[in-house]
């Protein structure tokens, strides 16, 4: 199998693009995200040289910040490029095809992305091979280690078939059933804790499907809205798939999301007074702005332009929600003695915002390069002779 | 339940294992694994005893790689049986605090507004010898004072007593327990020690008026009272805040703040007219019982309940309680006594109502302590006679011991003569004596300021020189010597060399005298001899001392009245004096009289203050250890109280008293159900001023900034800080 | 409690402590029992512990928790010590995923500091808030490398200096281990050592002779957060 011009661009075309990216050639957003990843790899390599105590701003009372917060964001998003994918062919075959190599490019990227973040995170990163000498089976973080790795195989075999016009249904429904297996193990993670009222929910693996499907689509609308404005196709009919996709998948959030809320609010156990505590801004924000409005603004116009900004939209909403959701089951202290606050209140560090400004910027970067090298025309050329 | 803490089964219990003390000797082997095999092998155990407060428990630091690692208590140790208190097993936080103070300091700029120059040792004592000298040759030695609080004041006062001069003074006294000693000293003619003589595991009957145990942490006296409690003793304690230990109590009586006496006095009437009191026992020991009784016949508990707020059937419930348990009982003397200014009267009371319950010398109240002690370093030349100068307390009749409160005031007004110098070792004057107003204007006046401390607290920018003292854990000091039902004697000596260039006082009194031409007075090559041999003197294993860090000398007498050792009292009548002639030829009450003391204005909380149980005023203040855990104190509101005001849990306010003192910071508001509504407390020494103290500036707010008036006792000079009223201000 | 009337409780939990530790060590079951009656709220445990195991700034194995009942002035206060309940079903232990941290046979829930990741999953995993994360900070600052804070505290016997981040237990998950490390030598646990009330007891409990098994077997005792399955190892005497 061909590395170049299957896997990554053509050499020619990569050196041609590097060229154009020097002479100042590759456009603002490349810019701004290789800035990004300059000061995102400076900020982790601070933090692996430093140590948490001098980077990181979580503590015992917030041991899961937006480190956290950020490789949950990026790896529901891959899951979600996996989802949107699988839909595409099954629902929209003609519509959605000419994006289908993008969309599980973003999905491998992401799941990197994620783990960039994941990485920062850890302790002790130099010990991760205890996952393989001495692994715990009862541990959701172990499965999820485990149905990581075999995502990660299958969305990268998925990308090749697609790269080589070899595309393959069993590929991809195993791809899919894995996603939507390692994706709700990551929603157990949380979902299991018994000690945090927030968390500790049947409804939270679903939760996490229904949002990858929501995030990875609009990562996945966006990209499709852009391509279609560049290649000058039929925005209409091409876009269509991903117009439904987001109506589906912020239908399926705002049904979760409510009854999650409502449920919780309904709770009288110890640390349920967090759902009240943040019923406000889960209702006004979590449901209303980052749900309802999106939802919205689709009916409002469905031009490549506004979709694009839609799914911008939903993204940063998103992104907020995630902390919530990941910071809010550490509000109330689960053991309040001395000068403890009565509600947590927890800022990322700068060096954990450029994390994600990393994992960003790593996923833009590369995307644009590849996208300028011609990486995604390539199935489409192969496929024409 | 039985519960006995004895010391030498204990010792394998704490784990405690110096050379001397053997750990468990009944653990095989096999067991002494780990820690010294893998990463402590070269773990020395070395006794010292605490100086985090002056109850100076026993305790092994743990030295490695020349440092110490942890500390644990002294098994051997009377004062904490094995065990070190919140404050105690903080030690490292003391030792290692960056903020220490590191090298001499002499101010080049403005006394209160210093410009610091770092000074060799040499330079700093060469300068106050020679500040001393000219106050000598120009006031006479007299003009000097030391201020002192800790064990190594002991060399302060020698360094004093050689150069001349006789006014060494401690807050301990009239700003603490001087009062208390005075009300005992007069009625029995003895103090109740300290460590106090309370047989409190004995006891069946508890009252504490304030004397908050537990915040008060003094170690034994707290696992006493637990223990007795433990063992069915019944508990009241009155306050009108939920103390901790109010909380274990069978009886809470939240009492209107300053009326006590009013209760103390009832009590009496009531437990005379009722004959619970101890006949044969007053019959024996006690004179002017039928004065007394007449005296207290006007306070009823109908009246007392009126004055105290405490319901009279209560009032009556808990006389007729103590009667029954007599003579088993213990009302505790307190500690702190400087509450309103009839202090040493009140102390009387509490000492009459013990008298009457017959519980001095009996088991269960007040025991009697062993005696003995470690004569002075043998040879030494006598002191200079001293100048004739008039006697700076003559004012107080009764001050046992020079307060603090003359030497103020000869420092500002030069009478009855001039003082001109102040040693100040180990107290934070700005925060302990009230009415910092005044304070500074005498430290304006004199010719010479010395601060000897570990920390920049906040006493030093008032220094011209600032001796850094090494802290507790590395310096030999003076010996301490506890009364209990036995001796003890312990030993502080390093556990590691001095970090920076500190000192300790041995060596530093020991240079400086040295300069001052007084060599004679210090023969001794270093701590360690000057230690040796006194103990060799008092007959003591000094080997032994420095292996096991306590010596405890039984005691044969016994801590009890019996029929073979009937009980001494020190009065003129030898007698118990419940009508106290010496007070009434000096013009005072002979018996205790009610007073009633000046309540809030509208709109205004009385300021009540006490102890954080991890914290000793603002000596630890700055200790990470702690401040960890408590950085800042709050101000105890009652909740409904608060409510009223709008205020909310944990909002900060400021707060200013009656004379329109606004104290400096802010301060986070707790709303409890533990406190009464005309009054506010809060942990006295935070609120520091200091900017070198890092962790410890500016957090909270100090009661110090608030006492802006005080009411001297004028018994014994005692100054009462309880009588200061504040107003709330939202939106600090 | 007149079984041990006029017994050294000191010396009885001693012995017991020696006794125990004859048997093979999955015979013995370790666990402790605080008298809420007679703790004061001194707080020495909680600094004993911080003084016994090294611990860096907001990491403490043992807090005690202040609780006020009632209203005005029938106001009641209740003190709650806190250290790990060395959960026989812990709801830490099974979230690890590198099972850094597990359940010993003698029932102490111990984190193997040469192992954890540092994930803190098992910080979000217990109920009790008794898990802390060691970021790597010092109380002292730029001063630390001279004082004890870069020295090894003996914890689970091991030889662990604070060093840097990379050097265990910084990066890793930490909390209270019965003192296993003076356990296992035959000493008591430092907060039943240092505790002014004499509220704290330690011992086994598979020994039917032993102090903590009388105690806990009275009914005037209660788990904390018992409802969540946890099966806690402390016990609360009221
Ligand atoms: N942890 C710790 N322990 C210490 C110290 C420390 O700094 N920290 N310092 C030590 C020293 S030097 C001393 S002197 C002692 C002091 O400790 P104590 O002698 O116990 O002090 P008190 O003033 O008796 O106690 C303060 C209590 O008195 C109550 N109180 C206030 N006003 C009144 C009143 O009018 N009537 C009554 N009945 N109660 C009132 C307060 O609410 C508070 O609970 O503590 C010693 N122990
Ligand atoms: N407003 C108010 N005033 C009070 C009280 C109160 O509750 N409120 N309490 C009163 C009572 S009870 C007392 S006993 C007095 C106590 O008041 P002080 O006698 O002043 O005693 P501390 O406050 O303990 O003194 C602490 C000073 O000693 C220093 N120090 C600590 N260790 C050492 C050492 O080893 N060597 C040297 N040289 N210095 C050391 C500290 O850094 C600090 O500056 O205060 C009284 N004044
Ligand atoms: S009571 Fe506490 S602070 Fe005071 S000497 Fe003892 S251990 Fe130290
Ligand atoms: S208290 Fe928490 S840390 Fe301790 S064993 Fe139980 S679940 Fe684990
Ligand atoms: S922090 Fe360590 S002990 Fe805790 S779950 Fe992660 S690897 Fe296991
Ligand atoms: S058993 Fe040891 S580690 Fe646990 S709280 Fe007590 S002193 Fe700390
Ligand atoms: S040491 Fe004992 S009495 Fe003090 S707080 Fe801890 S458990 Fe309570
Ligand atoms: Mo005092």
Not at chain 1, 161 to 180: E, R, Y
Request: hydrophobic share 40%.
């Amino acid at each position: 199998m061909e590395l170049f011009g299957v896997l990554v661009p053509t050499k020619e075309k990569l050196i041609a693009t590097v060229t154009d990216i020097r002479k100042g050639k590759g456009g603002l957003p490349l810019y701004a995200s290789l800035l990004g990843m300059v000061v995102g790899f400076y900020a982790i390599a601070a933090i692996f040289i430093q140590g948490h105590a001098h980077t990181i701003n979580t503590n015992n009372l917030v041991p899961w910040g937006l480190q956290i917060t950020t490789y949950i964001y990026f790896v529901l998003i891959s899951t979600g490029c996996t989802f949107v994918n699988f839909f595409g062919y099954i629902f929209f075959p003609q519509q959605y095809k000419p994006f289908a190599s993008r969309v599980i490019f973003l999905g491998i990227m992401t799941a990197a992305a994620a783990f960039f973040s994941l990485a920062t995170e850890m302790g002790r990163i130099d010990r991760m091979y205890n996952f393989i000498l001495s692994p715990n089976p009862s541990s959701p973080m172990f499965w999820m280690g485990v149905w990581y790795t075999c995502y990660f195989i299958a969305i990268v075999m998925e990308y090749i078939n697609i790269q080589t016009n070899k595309h393959s249904n069993k590929v991809m429904w195993g791809a899919f059933f894995i996603a939507v297996i390692t994706h709700s193990t990551l929603g157990s993670l949380l979902g299991a804790v018994s000690s945090r009222a927030y968390f500790y929910s049947a409804l939270l693996p679903i939760y996490f499907l229904f949002i990858a499907f929501l995030t990875g689509g609009a990562l996945t609308a966006i990209v499709a809205a852009i391509t279609v404005r560049q290649q000058k196709m039929d925005a209409a009919y091409h876009l269509e798939p991903f117009v439904k996709f987001l109506r589906i998948g912020l239908g399926l959030a705002l049904l979760v999301g409510f009854w999650r809320t409502a449920i919780g609010l309904a709770g009288h156990v110890d640390g349920s007074e967090v759902f009240a505590l943040t019923a406000a801004n889960s209702i006004i924000f979590g449901l209303g702005v980052a749900l309802i409005v999106p939802f919205l603004m689709l009916r409002m116009s469905q031009s490549a332009g506004w979709l694009a900004f839609t799914g911008l939209f939903i993204m940063v909403t998103q992104l907020k929600t995630r902390n919530d959701l990941v910071v809010g089951g550490f509000k109330v202290p689960l053991f309040r003695v001395y000068d403890m606050p009565e509600v947590v209140h927890y800022t990322p560090s700068v060096y954990e915002i450029l994390v994600l400004v990393a994992s960003i910027s790593l996923v833009s970067v590369l995307y644009i390069v590849c996208e300028k090298a011609g990486l995604f025309e390539i199935a489409d050329s192969k496929g024409v002779h | 339940m039985t519960i006995k803490f004895s010391r030498r089964t204990f010792l394998k219990a704490a784990g405690a294992a110096t050379a001397g003390i053997t750990a468990a000797t009944t653990v095989p082997k096999k067991f002494l694994s780990w820690a010294e095999e893998e990463g402590q092998k070269d773990l020395k155990q070395i006794p010292t005893f605490c100086e985090l407060c002056f109850w100076n428990c026993g305790l092994i630091a743990k030295v490695e790689n020349k440092k110490v690692v942890k500390v644990d208590g002294n098994p051997l140790s009377l004062r904490g049986r094995g065990r070190l208190c919140g404050r105690g097993n903080a030690a490292l936080g003391a030792l290692y605090d960056p903020d220490r103070l590191k090298f001499p300091l002499i101010n080049i700029g403005k006394r209160g507004e210093p410009v610091w120059k770092r000074a060799t040792w040499d330079e700093a004592l060469d300068l106050i010898a020679q500040k001393m000298q000219g106050i000598k040759q120009k006031y006479g030695a007299e003009s000097m004072a030391l201020f002192s609080h800790g064990t190594g004041g002991a060399f302060w006062k020698h360094l004093l007593k050689a150069y001349g001069c006789s006014n060494y003074t401690a807050p301990s006294f009239a700003q603490c327990r001087g009062p208390r000693d005075m009300g005992f000293f007069l009625t029995y003619g003895a103090d109740v020690g300290s460590p106090e003589y309370y047989d409190f595991s004995k006891s069946k009957y508890i009252v504490l008026l304030g004397s908050h145990l537990g915040e008060n942490a003094h170690n034994s006296q707290v696992q006493d009272i637990m223990n007795g409690l433990a063992d069915g003793a019944k508990l009241t304690v009155v306050d009108p805040r939920l103390s901790n230990i109010a909380s274990k109590a069978d009886r809470w009586l939240p009492i209107k703040p300053a009326s006590d006496m009013a209760l103390l006095l009832a009590w009496i009437r009531i437990i005379i007219e009722e004959g619970l009191y101890d006949k044969e026992y007053i019959e024996k020991y006690a004179s002017g019982f039928d004065e007394l009784r007449a005296a207290v016949q006007q306070y009823t508990p109908q009246w007392a309940e009126s004055e105290t707020t405490i319901p009279s059937d209560t009032i009556v419930k808990v006389a007729r309680e103590m009667g029954r348990n007599a003579p088993h009982v213990c009302v505790g003397a307190g500690r702190y006594s400087v509450w309103y200014g009839d202090d040493t009267q009140r102390s009387r009371a509490i000492a009459i109502l013990n008298a009457l319950l017959g519980s001095w010398g009996r088991e269960g109240g007040y025991f009697f302590p062993a005696k003995g002690g470690v004569p002075e370093y043998p040879g030494l030349p006598p002191y200079p006679p001293h100048e004739d100068v008039p006697k700076l307390d003559a004012a107080y009749p009764f001050a046992a011991l020079q307060t603090t409160t003359s030497i103020k005031h000869a420092s500002i007004t030069g009478l009855p003569h001039p003082i001109k110098g102040w040693f100040i070792y180990g107290c934070n004057l700005m925060k302990t004596l009230p009415d910092k107003q005044e304070t500074i204007k005498a430290l304006q006046n004199l010719d010479l300021v010395v601060a000897i401390d570990v920390l920049p607290a906040d006493i030093i920018a008032w220094a011209d020189v600032v001796l850094p003292e090494c802290t507790y854990m590395e310096r030999y000091d003076n010996l301490n010597i506890g009364k209990f039902k036995d001796l003890e004697i312990s030993l502080r000596q390093p556990t590691v060399e001095p970090l920076w260039e500190s000192k300790p006082s041995w060596m530093i009194t020991k240079e400086l005298g040295n300069k001052l031409g007084l060599a004679a007075y210090f023969p001794w090559k270093d701590g360690e001899e000057y230690l040796a041999k006194r103990c060799e003197a008092g007959g003591i294993d000094f080997a032994e001392l420095k292996r096991n860090g306590v010596i405890v000398k039984t005691d044969k007498s016994a801590p009890y009245i019996t029929a073979e050792s009937p009980p001494e009292f020190g009065t003129p009548s030898g007698k118990i004096e419940l009508y106290s002639k010496q007070l009434e030829e000096k013009g005072f009450d002979p018996v205790p009289k009610y007073t009633k003391h000046p309540q809030p204005p509208a709109g205004h909380f009385r300021l009540l203050f006490g102890r954080a149980s991890l914290h000793t005023f603002s000596r630890t203040t700055n200790n990470f250890m702690l401040t960890d855990l408590q950085k800042e104190n709050a101000l105890w509101i009652n909740a409904k109280k608060g409510k009223e005001l709008g205020l909310k849990d944990g909002e900060y306010v400021s707060l200013v008293n009656q004379d329109g003192v606004m104290a400096p910071g802010r301060i986070k508001v707790k709303l409890t159900q533990r406190m009464r509504d005309d009054a506010v407390y809060m942990y006295h020494g935070f609120g520091v001023h200091s900017k070198g103290m890092t962790r410890a500036d500016n957090q909270g707010i100090a009661d110090d900034d608030l006492i802006s008036k005080y009411v001297i006792d004028p018994i014994m000079g005692g100054t009462a800080m309880r009588g200061n009223f504040v107003k709330i201000v939202k939106g600090a | 409690m007149e079984q041990f009337d006029g017994k050294d409780i000191m010396e009885i939990m001693q012995s017991d402590l020696v006794r125990a530790l004859k048997k093979p060590r999955k015979e013995r079951r370790w666990a402790m029992a605080i008298d809420l009656k007679k703790c004061i709220g001194c707080h020495a445990c909680t600094t004993g512990c911080m003084s016994e195991n090294l611990t860096p700034p907001e990491i403490h194995y043992r807090p005690v928790k202040e609780e006020e009942i009632g209203e005005f002035p029938n106001t009641g206060m209740r003190f709650l010590p806190r250290p790990c309940m060395q959960c026989d079903s812990p709801t830490c232990t099974p979230v690890c995923p590198v099972t850094a941290t597990y359940k010993r046979d003698d029932g102490i829930v111990v984190i193997d500091y040469k192992k954890c990741i540092g994930c803190r999953y098992c910080i979000v995993a217990c109920p009790y808030g008794a898990r802390s994360a060691d970021a790597g900070h010092y109380y002292t600052g730029d001063f630390h490398e001279k004082t004890y804070e870069v020295e090894n505290s003996g914890e689970y016997g091991g030889n662990f200096k604070r060093k840097s981040h990379w050097h265990s237990p910084i990066g890793n998950a930490r909390k209270c281990h019965f003192c296993i490390h003076r356990v296992e030598k035959g000493e008591l646990t430092r907060c039943t050592t240092t505790c002014l009330g004499g509220a704290t007891f330690f011992g086994d409990i598979n020994d039917p002779q032993a102090l903590i098994t009388k105690l806990v077997s009275k009914p005037n005792v209660f788990k904390y957060k018992e409802e969540l399955g946890t099966k806690p190892m402390v016990f609360y005497l009221t």
